[in-house]
C-alpha cells in the first residue's frame, strides 16, 4: 500500500544465482508492475563496489524477454535506480547496522517490511541470519529470509542447521526455496490432478501403475565441482527437487489451497514412505568421452574435484508409499549430470485395460499398450497423453499416438522464470511453494541412511560415458519393479 514499503536485500550479490536468477527475476516483476509501489533492492556482498557499479552488473543480466515492448530500456533505467549497494562482511554486526541504517533512510518512515534474500555458502549462512535479524531487521513490519539449499547433508546437520535458524528467526519468517516448485508445470500439477475428472478418480494403484520422475542435463558440474563433491546428485536434485514434485504429485487431496493444508498433506506422505535401502538405488559418475575432435571430461578431471572422488552424478531409484492409495506401485526416480540430454519430466504408467479387445494386436508386447501420461516440466513445456489408435485405412492396425498440449502453441505468453513466482510469493507472504521444516525433516529421513552406507562403504559408482543415457544399471533397476523406463522410446 501507500504506506508500507519493501526492501530486498540480496545477501551475496555478486554471486552467480543473483546475477543469473534473483536481479532478473525482481527486474521481470518490476516490468509486470507486480512489485508493491514502494521498494528499494540492495546488492550485499563483501567486494567494495559502488551503487553505480552494482548497476551496470545488474543491467548486464537484465533482458526484455517478456515481450518486446517499447518501454522496456526506460523500465530498466527505473528499475536499475531503485538497485543500491552496500559492502560489508557476513558476519559483521556493524555492517548491518551500516546497512540498516541506508535503509531507514530509503523507508522514509513508512512500514518497512525487509525481505533478505541468503545467496551465500551454508558455513556462513548462519552468521549472516544471526547479523541481519538482530541489527537490521523491521522495526514495525515483517521480516523474512530466503533461504536456498544445501539445507544440511543429513537429518543430523539439517536439524542443527534448523536450530541455529529458529534461534534468530520464527518458522514463519523463514522461506525454503526449492526453484522446482516455482516451475510452472510442477505449480500445474495440482490443477491437472484435481480440476479434471478424468485423471483424479485415476491417480490411484488401482489405475496407476508407476510413476517416474526424470532429470537429466546434457552438461557436467563444469566449474561447480567443489560445491558438488561434497553433496552428489541424490543430494542435488533427488532429496530436494524430485522429491517434492513426488510429494505434490501423491499427496492425499488437501483441505484447501491453503499453505498449511498443502504442506500438511505433503509431510503425511513423505512420513509413509519407506527410507531408501542400497537395494533401491543405482549410482554412476561420468567418465570422459570423445566423439570426432571434442573430448568431453570425466567428473574427475574438474580441478576441484578429488581425483579417487566416488560422488555420485547419476542416480537411479525406487521408491513406495506404504499407504491405501499408492501400496505397491513404484516410484522411480533418475537423475544425472552429462547425459544425452537436457529434460525434466514425469512419466504416469497406467495399467493395462483388462480384457482388452485389442490385445492381440500387440502381440506379446503388452507394455506397449499402456496409456502413458507425460508432463514436460523443462525444456518446451508440455502435457500430452499417449493413446490407442486406429491407424487410419482399411486395415485394423493400431498404434500410439499422443494427445498433446504443447505450451508454445497453445498459449502466447512466455512462461515466467520460477524465481519470478517464488519471489512474489515471499513479498506477499504466500508460504505455499516454500519448504516447511517438518516436510524437511521427512525428505532426510528418506535419504539420510542410504547416503551414511553409500559413503561408508564407499560404493563404487557405474561409469557411464560423458553424454550417453547413463548406466545400464538403472534398467535393471527398473526391471526389478516390472518397469520400463518411460523415456527410453
Ligand atoms: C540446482 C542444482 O538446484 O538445480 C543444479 O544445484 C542444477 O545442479 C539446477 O543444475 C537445475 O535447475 P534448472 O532450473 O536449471 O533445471
Request: hydrophobic fraction near 35%; glycine fraction near 6%; proline fraction near 4%.
Given at each position: 500500500?501507500?504506506?508500507?514499503?519493501?526492501?530486498?536485500?540480496?545477501?551475496?550479490?555478486?554471486?552467480?544465482?543473483?546475477?543469473?536468477?534473483?536481479?532478473?527475476?525482481?527486474?521481470?516483476?518490476?516490468?509486470?508492475?507486480?512489485?508493491?509501489?514502494?521498494?528499494?533492492?540492495?546488492?550485499?556482498?563483501?567486494?567494495?563496489?559502488?551503487?553505480?557499479?552494482?548497476?551496470?552488473?545488474?543491467?548486464k543480466t537484465l533482458t526484455c524477454r517478456i515481450d518486446k515492448r517499447e518501454n522496456c530500456s526506460e523500465k530498466m533505467e527505473q528499475f536499475l535506480n531503485r538497485c543500491f549497494y552496500h559492502s560489508g562482511q557476513y558476519d559483521s554486526k556493524e555492517n548491518f547496522v551500516e546497512l540498516d541504517k541506508k535503509l531507514k533512510e530509503l523507508?522514509?518512515?513508512?512500514?518497512?517490511?525487509?525481505?533478505?534474500?541468503?545467496?551465500?555458502?551454508?558455513?556462513?549462512?548462519?552468521?549472516?541470519v544471526k547479523c541481519a535479524s538482530s541489527s537490521a531487521s523491521s522495526a514495525n513490519g515483517w521480516t523474512r529470509v530466503i533461504v536456498e539449499k544445501p539445507f544440511g547433508r543429513d537429518s543430523e546437520s539439517s536439524a542443527a542447521l534448523t536450530r541455529s535458524l529458529k534461534r534468530y528467526l520464527d518458522e514463519d519468517q523463514i522461506f525454503r526455496i526449492d526453484h522446482y516448485l516455482g516451475k510452472e508445470l510442477v505449480e500445474n500439477l495440482s490443477v491437472l490432478r484435481f480440476s479434471n475428472l478424468i485423471f483424479?478418480?485415476?491417480?490411484?494403484r488401482q489405475y496407476i501403475r508407476n510413476v517416474q520422475f526424470l532429470f537429466s542435463e546434457d552438461f557436467g558440474?563444469?566449474?561447480?565441482?567443489?560445491?558438488?563433491d561434497n553433496y552428489g546428485i541424490i543430494r542435488d536434485i533427488m532429496q530436494n527437487h524430485l522429491l517434492q514434485i513426488l510429494a505434490l504429485f501423491a499427496m492425499e487431496t488437501p483441505v484447501s489451497l491453503d499453505a498449511e493444508d498443502i504442506r500438511n498433506e505433503k509431510v503425511k506422505v513423505l512420513r509413509s514412505m519407506?527410507?531408501?535401502?542400497?537395494?533401491?538405488?543405482?549410482?554412476?559418475?561420468?567418465?570422459?568421452?570423445?566423439?570426432?575432435?571434442?573430448?568431453?571430461p570425466a567428473y574427475t578431471d574438474d580441478k576441484t574435484v578429488p581425483k579417487d572422488s566416488l560422488t555420485p552424478t547419476f542416480a537411479a531409484a525406487a521408491l513406495f508409499i506404504d499407504n491405501a492409495r499408492w501400496d505397491g506401485v513404484p516410484f522411480l526416480m533418475k537423475a544425472g549430470k552429462a547425459l544425452h540430454t537436457k529434460r525434466a519430466e514425469i512419466r504416469v504408467q497406467f495399467r493395462h485395460v483388462p480384457g482388452n479387445l485389442y490385445?492381440?494386436?500387440?502381440?506379446?508386447?503388452?507394455?506397449?499398450?499402456?496409456?502413458?501420461?507425460?508432463?514436460?516440466?523443462?525444456?518446451?513445456?508440455?502435457?500430452?497423453?499417449?493413446?490407442?489408435?486406429?491407424?487410419?485405412?482399411?486395415?485394423?492396425r493400431l498404434d500410439r499416438s499422443n494427445l498433446n498440449l504443447h505450451y508454445a502453441a497453445r498459449y502466447s505468453k512466455e512462461i515466467p522464470d520460477a524465481y519470478e513466482r517464488l519471489l512474489l510469493d515471499a513479498i506477499e507472504g504466500e508460504r505455499r511453494l516454500f519448504i516447511r521444516s517438518d516436510e524437511l525433516d521427512a525428505a532426510w529421513a528418506l535419504f539420510t541412511p542410504?547416503?551414511?552406507?553409500?559413503?561408508?562403504?564407499?560404493?563404487?559408482?557405474?561409469?557411464?560415458?560423458?553424454?550417453?543415457?547413463?548406466?545400464?544399471?538403472?534398467?535393471?533397476?527398473?526391471?526389478?519393479?516390472?518397469?520400463?523406463?518411460g523415456d527410453m522410446g
Amino acid at each position: 500500500g501507500e504506506n508500507s514499503t519493501v526492501s530486498i536485500t540480496v545477501v551475496g550479490a555478486s554471486g552467480d544465482l543473483a546475477k543469473k536468477k534473483i536481479f532478473p527475476a525482481l527486474f521481470a516483476l518490476y516490468y509486470e508492475d507486480c512489485l508493491p509501489k514502494h521498494f528499494t533492492i540492495f546488492g550485499y556482498a563483501r567486494s567494495k563496489m559502488t551503487d553505480a557499479e552494482l548497476r551496470t552488473m545488474v543491467s548486464k543480466t537484465l533482458t526484455c524477454r517478456i515481450d518486446k515492448r517499447e518501454n522496456c530500456s526506460e523500465k530498466m533505467e527505473q528499475f536499475l535506480n531503485r538497485c543500491f549497494y552496500h559492502s560489508g562482511q557476513y558476519d559483521s554486526k556493524e555492517n548491518f547496522v551500516e546497512l540498516d541504517k541506508k535503509l531507514k533512510e530509503l523507508e522514509g518512515g513508512r512500514v518497512a517490511n525487509r525481505l533478505y534474500y541468503l545467496s551465500i555458502p551454508p558455513n556462513i549462512f548462519i552468521d549472516a541470519v544471526k547479523c541481519a535479524s538482530s541489527s537490521a531487521s523491521s522495526a514495525n513490519g515483517w521480516t523474512r529470509v530466503i533461504v536456498e539449499k544445501p539445507f544440511g547433508r543429513d537429518s543430523e546437520s539439517s536439524a542443527a542447521l534448523t536450530r541455529s535458524l529458529k534461534r534468530y528467526l520464527d518458522e514463519d519468517q523463514i522461506f525454503r526455496i526449492d526453484h522446482y516448485l516455482g516451475k510452472e508445470l510442477v505449480e500445474n500439477l495440482s490443477v491437472l490432478r484435481f480440476s479434471n475428472l478424468i485423471f483424479e478418480p485415476l491417480w490411484s494403484r488401482q489405475y496407476i501403475r508407476n510413476v517416474q520422475f526424470l532429470f537429466s542435463e546434457d552438461f557436467g558440474t563444469e566449474g561447480r565441482g567443489g560445491y558438488f563433491d561434497n553433496y552428489g546428485i541424490i543430494r542435488d536434485i533427488m532429496q530436494n527437487h524430485l522429491l517434492q514434485i513426488l510429494a505434490l504429485f501423491a499427496m492425499e487431496t488437501p483441505v484447501s489451497l491453503d499453505a498449511e493444508d498443502i504442506r500438511n498433506e505433503k509431510v503425511k506422505v513423505l512420513r509413509s514412505m519407506r527410507p531408501l535401502l542400497l537395494e533401491d538405488v543405482v549410482v554412476g559418475q561420468y567418465k570422459s568421452h570423445t566423439k570426432g575432435d571434442v573430448t568431453y571430461p570425466a567428473y574427475t578431471d574438474d580441478k576441484t574435484v578429488p581425483k579417487d572422488s566416488l560422488t555420485p552424478t547419476f542416480a537411479a531409484a525406487a521408491l513406495f508409499i506404504d499407504n491405501a492409495r499408492w501400496d505397491g506401485v513404484p516410484f522411480l526416480m533418475k537423475a544425472g549430470k552429462a547425459l544425452h540430454t537436457k529434460r525434466a519430466e514425469i512419466r504416469v504408467q497406467f495399467r493395462h485395460v483388462p480384457g482388452n479387445l485389442y490385445n492381440r494386436n500387440f502381440g506379446t508386447d503388452l507394455d506397449q499398450a499402456t496409456n502413458e501420461l507425460v508432463i514436460r516440466v523443462q525444456p518446451d513445456e508440455a502435457i500430452y497423453l499417449k493413446i490407442n489408435n486406429k491407424v487410419p485405412g482399411l486395415g485394423m492396425r493400431l498404434d500410439r499416438s499422443n494427445l498433446n498440449l504443447h505450451y508454445a502453441a497453445r498459449y502466447s505468453k512466455e512462461i515466467p522464470d520460477a524465481y519470478e513466482r517464488l519471489l512474489l510469493d515471499a513479498i506477499e507472504g504466500e508460504r505455499r511453494l516454500f519448504i516447511r521444516s517438518d516436510e524437511l525433516d521427512a525428505a532426510w529421513a528418506l535419504f539420510t541412511p542410504l547416503l551414511k552406507e553409500l559413503e561408508e562403504r564407499r560404493i563404487n559408482p557405474e561409469y557411464y560415458p560423458y553424454g550417453s543415457r547413463g548406466p545400464v544399471g538403472a534398467h535393471y533397476l527398473a526391471a526389478k519393479h516390472n518397469v520400463r523406463w518411460g523415456d527410453m522410446g
